[in-house]
């Protein structure tokens, strides 16, 4: 059990900066995600708690005491790598043992805390095998057992299931939330898939070049994303992001924005808009699921579908409308009954849409 | 994988000749030297050559048992301390060298110098110049050290030979290994001390195995730094053969054969009983495992 408060955290290696100012707390027990993409700085964070790397500035305080200065082996904090890290030479079974035989616990108590824990993630015929013999999955759950069977007070994952295949990710991902609810330490856990994040996280921070730019949970992350690079990193396929400008306003004219395809009322973000000048360039977001097509002759924008990309239950349309490249989702049969070039008409249809200053990216309110 | 095995199944017979016509033109000149130790001394020196012979063990007695005759003189050949001095000597160096350069390697590999490099390539350039420049000056700081004819003398002598292309390959070795597996030791609570002894070096058993063999046999050959820094005692079997050769008799053809055949019997045994380690220590790293 940790409480865990990161203030300023710096790392540069040379002249690449790693963290350029990481802030975080991370409450007692929770399950939370640090999500960015590859060579953002999760794996540097991780490893700056652990105390395998010492940042340059910043400070790391769990529960009320400052680590800097403490020794890896004293900050009782378990790490799952992403290559998983095994010890190649030992056995399942001396994989588990030794971070026990490290603690100085006695044989009897060693034997039965192994089986126990082999037991929970269901190794226990591998006991006897070395790492090279095992299975993806049973490499990655001797990983998982090797880090949980100490009981440190905090988990550090780091890119766990990267190295997987994807239909064992997915049987993994119902695993960590498993043990999660039977173990209930706290947990950091790196990953650069937005899925893993959104599906796992109770709070998810996204980072990027060595920032944190948002610590929401799922559903914000989705909904409010604070700038066009979250709100394009959640959601597949990715946000459409449309560039627009914004009309003369005031007066009873409400706000209203110029899309090369449409124009789209303003109103939601009146607040928001009320401080820009007319003619202010915005990028505006809109999901793919909010995208619907409309029947011929109703309301709505024509547009071309350049591919189609059938997924089984979906498929995903790359349209043009008036030369603005956009992505939608549609159901499978209906999507069988259209192909490239084919001529349609589309509306938006969700509420979700968003919108963000260009130049800035920020989220307009 | 069957196809394969088809395959070389089906043109086995014609490459099964070729290899076996370039092993025996190889392999020619080490079995002429083991016939000619089963040979009596007429039967060694006769033209033409004999193939076909009444194989005798005395070559291999007087190697070691009977004192032969020089001058009518009886003498003790001796063999029996060379044969010791060669194994402990290059036993000792090799382990010396692999003692340090195993520990100086895992430095080099895993806590870097400034000027890591630079001191790894002034290491290598000890072993580029030909043994012969330094053997002057070396054989006057043997001489005034006292060092000269005694077993500490060669052996650190070897060690220093071996130690360079025992740190380069074990560095190569260890540099092989994984971080992340000595982080995952760390978070556990290993020492350092810990991880090189615990997870470290049981991964580069290969690496230390095919280390000793190329040391071993690069110092049990040696014939050059023996010759002139060796005593009486302390002489290895490649300068106590040349020693043989000369006096009344000639060159004892049968005798020098049989040393030779004892000679090579080590070699032999270490490669054998090291083989496995021996082949993945070098193709250590070429494959991704």
Redesign the interface.
């Known amino acids: 059990m940790a409480h865990l408060r990161l203030t300023g955290l710096t790392k540069s290696y040379g002249s690449v900066h790693a963290l350029r100012g990481v802030d975080l707390e991370i409450e007692d027990g929770e399950f939370f995600v640090l999500f960015g993409p590859s060579a953002a700085g999760k794996t540097t964070t991780l490893r700056v708690i652990a105390g395998l790397e010492k940042p340059d500035s910043g400070t790391l305080v769990v529960d009320g005491h400052d680590l800097a200065g403490v020794p890896v082996k004293r900050r009782d904090m378990a790490m799952v790598f992403q290559s998983f890290a095994l010890y190649p030479h030992l056995t399942t079974y001396q994989n588990l043992a030794y971070p026990l035989r490290e603690m100085k616990l006695r044989r009897r108590e060693i034997d039965t805390r192994v089986r126990e824990t082999a037991e929970l993630l269901r190794i226990t015929h591998t006991l006897e095998r070395k790492p090279a013999s095992l299975s993806g999955g049973e490499q990655q759950r001797l990983a998982i057992g090797r880090a949980i069977i100490r009981s440190p007070r905090l988990f550090l994952f780091d890119e766990p299931l990267t190295n997987l295949d994807a239909k064992l990710r997915h049987d993994m991902r119902a695993e960590f939330k498993r043990l999660h609810r039977e173990i209930g330490t706290t947990t950091v856990y790196a990953t650069p898939d937005q899925l893993e994040a959104l599906s796992i996280g109770e709070r998810v921070a996204v980072i990027q070049h060595g920032r944190i730019t948002q610590i929401d949970t799922p559903d914000a992350l989705y909904a409010e994303p604070v700038d066009r690079h979250v709100a394009s990193l959640i959601g597949d396929p990715p946000i459409n992001l449309v560039k627009g400008t914004l009309k003369a306003q005031g007066g009873n004219v409400g706000p209203a924005i110029e899309l090369p395809f449409m124009e789209l009322d303003g109103s939601r973000w009146r607040e928001g808009l009320q401080a820009l000048d007319a003619g202010t360039e915005l990028l505006v977001g809109i999901r793919p699921h909010d995208l619907a097509l409309v029947d011929e002759g109703g309301a709505g924008v024509p547009a071309t579908i350049e591919i189609t990309e059938p997924q089984g239950d979906i498929t995903i349309l790359d349209l043009k409308a008036a030369g603005v490249p956009l992505r939608m989702v549609v159901a499978e049969a209906t999507g069988a009954r259209y192909a490239a070039g084919d001529s349609v008409r589309i509306a938006l249809a969700g509420a979700d849409t968003q919108l963000f200053l260009s130049d800035s990216g920020t989220m307009v309110a | 994988m069957a196809r394969k095995r088809r395959e070389i199944g089906k043109a086995g017979w014609r490459r099964t000749a070729v290899s076996t016509v370039i092993s025996f033109i190889y392999f020619f000149p080490v079995l002429w030297i083991i016939l000619t130790a089963f040979k009596s001394h007429t039967d060694a020196l006769s033209t033409p050559p004999k193939f076909i012979f009444t194989p005798t063990l005395e070559n291999f007695a007087s190697v070691f048992a009977r004192a032969y005759e020089r001058g009518g003189a009886a003498v003790d050949t001796h063999f029996d301390l060379f044969f010791f001095n060669s194994i402990f000597i290059a036993g000792a160096s090799v382990g010396v060298a692999l003692v340090i350069g195993t520990v100086a390697a895992y430095g080099f590999s895993r806590w870097p110098l400034r000027g890591n490099e630079t001191y790894l390539f002034i290491i290598l350039t000890t072993r580029m110049l030909p043994p012969i420049i330094v053997i002057i000056p070396i054989f006057i700081m043997f001489r005034l050290s006292g060092l000269s004819g005694s077993y500490v003398g060669i052996i650190l002598l070897y060690a220093a030979f071996n130690l360079p292309f025992t740190i380069w390959m074990m560095k190569s070795f260890f540099d092989e290994i994984?971080r992340?597996?000595e982080?995952?030791?760390?978070?556990?609570?290993?020492?350092e001390m810990?991880i090189f002894f615990r997870?470290c070096l049981?991964?580069v058993?290969a690496g230390i195995a095919a280390t000793a063999v190329f040391g071993l046999i690069l110092t049990w050959n040696e014939f050059l730094f023996a010759l002139l820094l060796t005593g009486r005692d302390t002489r290895t079997v490649p300068v106590a053969m040349a020693q043989t050769i000369g006096g009344d008799i000639g060159v004892r053809w049968g005798l020098l054969a049989a040393i030779e055949t004892l000679f090579l019997i080590p070699v032999v045994i270490v490669t054998f009983l090291l083989q496995n380690q021996l082949l993945r220590g070098v193709t250590f790293g070429t494959i991704k495992?």
């Open positions: 994984p992340e597996v982080d995952a030791a760390r978070m556990d609570g290993s020492s810990k997870i049981p991964q058993k495992r």
